[in-house]
């Protein structure tokens, strides 16, 4: 049973995603992701001009005739979401967590593919698979989907990227597309993030919240470790400590995304505060013009 709240904010986020799609994301997404694959329909007799490389030559020799095969594109595909749930996800500095700007951007994406007539599949991880809803169309199974990220409570606060990757490997082995949701405040994930990016098309987005680059001068602070519940107590007012903070910061971030390059894997970077349509709508018209 959901409470009045919850249904509250399904509700409000779907009136977001919904205006968002209809408005502007629709398009883009159907001009980045038209399709994953050539489906066989027929043969038909061979006609100059035709593409040698598609003909049928075990029709052509029972025939006598050369054939060719013929085929439509795939239109219908698979997306899922990875949407990471771990105790760093609670954390927000902007009036409002990672887990909700998690949640909007997943539901932007989310009623993006339905209105394309794609599948919606989520995976909620933190050092374990937390969640599974199996990729299916339609709204009522999108708010669902929804629902389950803005209500998602892990049993573990820590995090392991591979889990979901790992799931994900076993349960479909057909090409999809795939959304990875999180802060990256994780290692060992890169073989097999490499190994499902082979397959499927993976597009990690990064979310993070500008208070974990830019530590503000607030005097002496007690820090909590989301994800190990260690404390520990720093004198911000220390500009050298700043500094430290944030040159780490970058670097581990930026660790990231150079791995993601190397693994030749597209990704978006989002913060709290951005405009998510916006860098959205951004991102599928970059990719549309790199793939011109």
Request: hydrophobic content about 40%; some cysteine.
């Amino acid at each position: 049973m959901l409470s009045k709240d919850l249904i509250k904010a399904v509700k409000h986020l779907e009136i977001i995603a919904r205006r968002a799609v209809n408005d502007q994301l629709a398009g883009q997404y159907h001009s980045v992701f038209k399709g994953r694959g050539m489906d066989f329909v027929d043969v038909r007799e061979y006609q100059p001009g035709d593409d040698i490389r598609v003909i049928d030559w075990n029709v052509s020799a029972r025939t006598d005739t050369l054939h060719i095969k013929q085929f439509v594109e795939e239109r219908e595909l698979t997306v899922f979401l990875l949407v990471d749930v771990s105790g760093s996800q609670l954390f927000g500095s902007q009036n409002k967590r990672k887990q909700a700007c998690a949640a909007e951007l997943a539901a932007l994406i989310a009623f993006s593919a339905i209105k394309n007539n794609d599948r919606v599949g989520l995976i909620l991880f933190s050092d374990k698979v937390e969640c599974f809803v199996p990729p299916k169309k339609g709204k009522k199974h999108v708010l669902r989907v929804i629902s389950e990220i803005l209500q998602a409570k892990s049993s573990s606060r820590g995090t392991r990227i591979q889990s979901a990757l790992e799931l994900l490997g076993r349960i479909t082995r057909k090409k999809a597309l795939v959304f990875l949701i999180s802060d990256f405040q994780d290692d060992g994930f890169e073989t097999r993030l490499g190994v499902v990016s082979r397959r499927h098309e993976v597009i990690p987005i990064m979310v993070i919240d500008p208070l974990e680059e830019d530590l503000p001068n607030m005097g002496i602070v007690h820090i909590e470790n989301p994800e190990t519940g260690k404390i520990l107590t720093v004198d911000t007012s220390s500009v050298k400590l700043r500094k430290a903070f944030s040159l780490r910061a970058r670097r581990n971030r930026e660790a990231r995304e150079k791995m993601f390059r190397r693994r030749k894997i597209d990704h978006l970077l989002i913060r709290t505060e951005d405009d998510y349509i916006g860098a959205l709508v951004h991102y599928f018209r970059a990719r549309t013009r790199r793939s011109k």
